[in-house]
């Protein structure tokens, strides 16, 4: 996508943006709070009202069901984490064998890994980067110690040339001899870097390298091709971009060419649907990703997803990410135009195939830079040590919205207003 030809910085042409949003129709959709511009879509997605309806429809069937729930009702709960799991699959370019909606990010990362990695020989180490997010890096030690390796041995972290970026080729460099794994990110959560998970998934294989990647900040903003990818495995969560709820339920695919293999970590949910209620001791798992279920779905945690999903498949996921290139493209513009003298730096990729979903925003007063935005009823982000990301939604942000976000920045860094804050995070950032 090219910038704008005709771009200048007035409310005006913002408006007139929205005019031609296609997108326009689906703001009304959501709950947005009046004079509040919502750039947090990254971290936590906003209600729509057709989540809200399939969340009080699985309420009604619990009602009007109880147990009889789990067959009977509008939303059926049995097959639920499976049927989420169709719905979602175009998102990621999978067929439907291969997802399931079940787990959180770092409960499914503990079952592909322990899964799909046997140490054995000299193939005994994983490969991630130093930029990933915490809970990743965690779950990963954490599964190497069950297998009694030293982390300090056995995971590789590649390093960053510039502390926003990680290079493929680097990425392609350390993957050796001893790697079992390599697990990533789709998008690096602070830069918003979009990393190549075809040449990267493509490259490991040709070392007898499993691929798994964290989709994250990627799903629901930007399309992917899985399963023609040759991606091995991957999770994510789905209250961001998705749109799913606070602490709503995360998703898993694993590769057709993996599918029958036993579950790392068991439970009666991996089980085969017509032996569940069978009782017998000898799990008999699922031939679909279903079989890396562990435990009962939450069911009034996974409800809202459908709601959710059923705009995604309206609106479609391309058009989805066009608009969001347009938007965060709008945003730069106006970033460097009207706050070029405020000590900004734009920390994201500028090229469209390397930028995900969001604007990092790099600033030493970072911190409290966010907290007086907050004051102002801007609702952004903040990433440790200096970051501010700021992500227009395609399904509901408005041009005019990041226009006033824009503005509203501008005063608080002419004025000084973020001066009378600490510039250190809240408990939460």
Not at 106 to 111: D, E, F, S
Not at 264 to 290: N, R
Not at 305 to 333: C, D, H, K, P, V
Not at 374 to 402: C, G, H, Q
């Amino acid at each position: 996508m090219k910038a704008y030809t005709s771009f200048d910085n007035t409310i005006d042409y913002a408006r007139q943006l929205d005019q031609q949003n296609a997108f326009s129709r689906f703001r009304d959709e959501f709950y947005i709070k009046r004079d509040t511009y919502y750039m947090d879509g990254n971290s936590l997605g906003l209600l729509s009202k057709r989540a809200e309806r399939t969340l009080l429809n699985s309420l009604e069937d619990w009602k009007n069901f109880g147990i009889d729930g789990w067959m009977s009702g509008t939303q059926p709960w049995f097959h639920f984490s499976e049927r989420l799991g169709a719905l979602t699959a175009p998102l990621i370019g999978a067929k439907a064998e291969e997802v399931v909606v079940t787990g959180s990010i770092t409960t499914n990362i503990h079952q592909v890994l322990s899964t799909f990695f046997k140490p054995a020989g000299k193939r005994t180490k994983i490969l991630a980067d130093e930029l990933n997010f915490p809970s990743d890096i965690y779950a990963i030690k954490a599964q190497l110690q069950l297998h009694g390796l030293d982390p300090e041995e056995h995971l590789v972290q590649v390093k960053s040339k510039d502390g926003r970026t990680i290079e493929e080729e680097d990425v392609i460099a350390a993957m050796t001899e001893e790697i079992a794994i390599v697990w990533l990110p789709s998008v690096l959560y602070r830069s918003g870097q979009l990393l190549n998970m075809k040449m990267i998934a493509e490259a490991a294989h040709e070392r007898g390298i499993l691929a798994g990647f964290d989709l994250a900040h990627s799903i629901g903003a930007i399309p992917h091709s899985l399963h023609e990818w040759g991606v091995d495995f991957a999770v994510w969560c789905n209250y961001k971009y998705l749109n799913s709820g606070p602490g709503g339920v995360g998703g898993m695919f694993v590769h057709q060419n993996h599918l029958g293999t036993a579950p790392g970590l068991a439970g009666w949910f991996s089980s085969k649907k017509d032996k569940q209620f069978d009782m017998k001791h000898d799990l008999e798992h699922a031939e679909t990703a279903g079989a890396y279920q562990i435990g009962t779905p939450h069911v009034l945690s996974i409800a809202p997803l459908l709601g959710s999903l059923e705009m995604f498949e309206e609106a479609g996921i391309e058009n989805i990410r066009e608009s969001s290139l347009r938007m965060t493209e709008y945003m730069m513009q106006l970033i460097e135009h009207e706050l070029g003298k405020a000590g900004f730096e734009i920390g994201n990729p500028r090229e469209d195939w390397r930028r995900g979903g969001h604007v990092c925003l790099e600033h030493e007063e970072a911190a409290r830079i966010c907290k007086a935005l907050k004051e102002s009823n801007v609702i952004p982000d903040f990433r440790a040590p200096n970051v501010i990301r700021l992500a227009p939604i395609a399904l509901y942000t408005s041009y005019e919205d990041i226009f006033k976000t824009v503005q509203i920045l501008k005063r608080i860094m002419e004025n000084e207003e973020y001066k009378k804050f600490e510039n250190t995070r809240n408990v939460v950032a």
